[in-house]
C-alpha cells in the first residue's frame, strides 16, 4: 500500500535537494572563477605596485609579503630586488602574462611585467593551494546555509502536506466512525472541491445501500411472519396425526424431526434477523449478567438432563449494560451448543468472572473440542462443524454461532473460542464491558 | 576539495540508490503476485543497508590487511568477488521474479528474491560504502578540509539519493508496463556493469589477461570529466574499455535478456502488477 504523504514529502524534498544541490555546484564553480579572477588582479596590481618599488633601499631588497605571495625584480638578467621566500633562479621566463610555476615544495600562479621606462621585469607569485582554500572557504560559506536548512524545509514540507492531506484525514475518520446502522449522509463542513465529488459519490451510495436494507427488511420481516404460521399450522397437524397413525413408523420419526429442524431454523433465521445492526433497536438496561445465564440455565436444563450432561454455574452477581433479549438469545445458544455437541454424559461449566474492566461470560465442555483451523470458521453463517458422535445429527442449522457473534457486536463485546481446560472440548468467552 | 569529495560520494552513492531504486520497482511491480507480508515489501531495504553498512565500515577499517593478500592485489580481488557475487544474484532474480509470479504458491519463491535483493544491495553498500569511508576518513581528518569535504559528501549523497527518490517515484507511476520495461532496461545496464567492474578489477590484479581496448572514447567524452563520473555511476562508462570487458558487459545484458523475466514475465505481468 502506497502513502500519498510519504510520497509527497519524499518527492517535493527529493526535487528541492536536486535542483538546490545542483544549482550549488553550479554556483560553486563560477564563484570559484570569480574568485581566481579577483586574485588574478590582484596580482595585477601588486606587481604594478612592486614594479615601482625603490630598489636602492636595503630593505626593499629583502621584503617579507607573507608565505603565500612572492616576487622578483630583474633588470637585464640580474636580480635587483626579490621577496625573503623567492629563489634566485626566475619564478618564470621573461613573457608577460599568466602562468604557472613551481617552487619552494608548492605550486605558484605568476604573472611576469616588463616596465618599459625603468627596463625591469617584474614576477610576482602566489601560492595557488592557498588561493584556492581561501576562495573555496568563502565560497563554502555561502553554500553551508542551504544544506543547514534542509532539516527546516524538510519539517516545513511535513507540517504542509500533512496540513493539505487534514481534510482527506477527516473524511477517513468520519467514515471509520460511522456505526453500522448508521445510514445518514456524511456532512463536510471544511469541503475542498477536490473531496466534493467523493463525498457527493459516497453519500449517493449510501442512499442506495439504505433503500436495498430498507427493502430487505420488509422482505425478512414479511417472509419470517408468512413462514412462522404455516410451521405452527404443520406441528398441529403433525401433533394430530400422531395420535391417528402409528408414530413407532421410522418414516414418521424422520418427518417429526424435519419439521423441528425446519422450526429451529425458522426461530434462527428470525433471531439472527433480529440481531443484525440494521434491525437491532438497542434498549440497554442494567442486567445482572450471573442472573439471566441461571434464568437460561433453568429452562435449558431438560435438555442437559435428557443427555445426562453434569452442567455447573460458577461465579456472582455481576451488572452490565445490556439488551435483556438480545443477551438470552447469545446465551441460549451458547449453552444450546454446548449442549448439542458434548456428549452424553459430558460435563458442561458456564462461569460469570469480574476482570476488571471486563466481565467475561464462559461456556466451556468437554466434547470432541473444535480443530484449530476451524475455530476462525465457526462464526460463518450456515457453517458447522464435522463431528464423528454424531453430534451434527442434531438439530442445528450453523447459524447459532453467527448470533452469538451479532449479538457480542453489538454491545461491543469480544468472542473468543478457546481450547477447555478439561483434556478435551472448546470453551467460549464473551468479554463484555463492565457498567461503569 | 569540495568538488573532488562531491563527485566521489555522488558517483558512489547514486550507482547504490539507482540499483535500489530499480530493485524497489519490482518489488512494487510484483508485491500482489508475491504476498503482501511485510518482510518482502520493506525489511529488505533496511536489513541490507544496515548490514552493508556495517560491513563497508568493516572493510575500510581493515583494508589495509585486505590489501596485503594476494600479493597486494586483495583490494581488487575482495572487489571483484562482490561484483561477480552480485551479478550473479542479478541473474538469480532475473530467473526467479517470473517463477515467482507464475506459480501460485509463491512464498518460498518470494523469500528467496527478496534474500537475492538484500545480497545485492548489501554487497553495493560494503563496496561503494567503504570506499566514501576511506576517502572522507582519510581526508576529513586534516582540519583545513573537513568542511570541504563533509559539505561535498552532503551534497553529493543529497543529490545521489534525491536522484534514486525521483526515479523510484518516477517508475512507480508510469504505467505498469512502461514502468516493468525502463526498470528491465536498467537492470540489464546493471548488471553489465558489474561484470565489466570484475573484469578491469581482476585485469589490474593480474588475473586476467590484459586484451586490446574496445574504442577511445576520452576525447569526445573524457571519465575524469562530472558527466563522466555520472556516466560510470549511470551505465559504467569507461572511456578506454577492453574488449573483454565490452563482451563480459554485453554478457550480462544478455543474461537478463534471456532470462524468464524478460521472456514469460512480459506478456503476463500486465494482469498481474496491473492490480498494484
Known sequence: MRSIRLFLISSILATLILFNFVAALQGYQSSMREADTLFDNQMLDLARLVSNLDVSSASSKDLRLGNNLSFQIWNESRLIAASHNAPVEPLQSFVPGFEYANFDGYRWRTFTRYEVPLDRWVIVAERTDLRFVLAENVVLQSILPLLLGIPIVGLLIWIIVSHGLRPLQQLSSALRNKGANDLSPILSADSRIELDQVIESINGFIQRLDRVMEREKRFSADAAHELRTPMSALKVQLHNLSEEIDTKHESFHQLQEGVDRMQHLIEQLLSLYRATPEQFAKNCETIDLYGITQDQLASLYPSFEEKEQSIELIGDSIEIEADKFALETLISNLLGNANKYTQRGGNIVVSVEDLGSEVCLRVEDNGPGIADAEKSRVFDRFYRVDSNDGAARAPGCGLGLTIVSHVADLHQARVEVKDSSFASGSAFCIYFKKKS | MFLNSVILVLQEMIEAALLISVLLVFTHLFQRSWDKSFVLRTSWVALSIAVGVLGAALYSYYTPQISEMFDYVGQEILNASLHLLSLLLVCLLAFIVPSAQLA?????????????????????????????????????????????????????????????????????????????????????????????????????????PFTPIAWDSSSALPENSIVGHLMYALVGYEATPSILQVSIYLLGIVLIVISPLFRKAWPQQQSLVGKA
Open chain 2, 104 to 208: 501460485k504458491n509463491t512464498m518460498g519463491r518470494a523469500r528467496f528474491a527478496a534474500f537475492c535483493m538484500t545480497g545485492i544491495v548489501m554487497f553495493s553498500i560494503v563496496r561503494e560504502g567503504s570506499e566514501i569511508i576511506q576517502y572522507v576518513g582519510g581526508i576529513a581528518g586534516q582540519e583545513e578540509n573537513f568542511t570541504p569535504v563533509v559539505l561535498g559528501g552532503f551534497i553529493g549523497a543529497g543529490i545521489g539519493v534525491s536522484t534514486g527518490v525521483l526515479l523510484f517515484y518516477g517508475l512507480i507511476n508510469l504505467s505498469a508496463n512502461w514502468s516493468f520495461r525502463i526498470s528491465l532496461a536498467l537492470l540489464c545496464l546493471i548488471a553489465g556493469n558489474m561484470g565489466s567492474q570484475a573484469v578491469l578489477l581482476l585485469t589490474q590484479a593480474d588475473w586476467l
